[in-house]
């Protein structure tokens, strides 16, 4: 069973920028897609990116220009880079992979508080 770690989690200023990178212990060209959900108390998981195996990606409306996604093959690791952010960021983001086999598979999150 593959784990996916994230770290870069933690308290942040809202203006500030953080980083939150996801580390799979195997090989990520073993993902067609790769990417970040989040979930604030109270709140449905939604997206916050998605990569795909050729760099392309994805932006729900609300997040684009704020939030950069990234894989790094390499590294078996996919990052997410936020700017500017604001105490609403505030919430749980999960890493999150899926095979080509259609199968999805979670991290276990790491918490992002920003403070006003």
């Known amino acids: 069973q593959v784990q996916l770690v994230e770290s870069g989690g933690g308290l942040v200023r809202a203006g500030e920028s953080m980083r939150l990178s996801c580390t799979a212990s195997?090989?990520?060209?073993?993902?067609?897609?790769m990417g970040w959900y989040r979930q604030a108390p109270g709140n449905q998981r939604e997206l916050v990116a998605l990569?795909?195996?050729?760099?392309?990606?994805e932006y729900p409306h609300s997040m684009k220009g704020r939030f950069t996604i990234s894989r790094d093959n390499a590294k078996n690791t996919v990052n997410l880079e936020m700017h500017h952010v604001q105490p609403d960021d505030t919430a749980v983001y999960f890493c999150?992979?899926?095979?080509?086999?259609?199968?999805?598979?979670w991290g276990r999150g790491t918490q992002v508080t920003v403070s006003a």
């Open positions: 999150y992979v899926r095979r080509e086999t259609g199968e999805g598979l």
């Open positions: 195997e090989s990520i060209f073993s993902f067609n897609v």
């Open positions: 990569v795909g195996s050729d760099d392309s990606t």
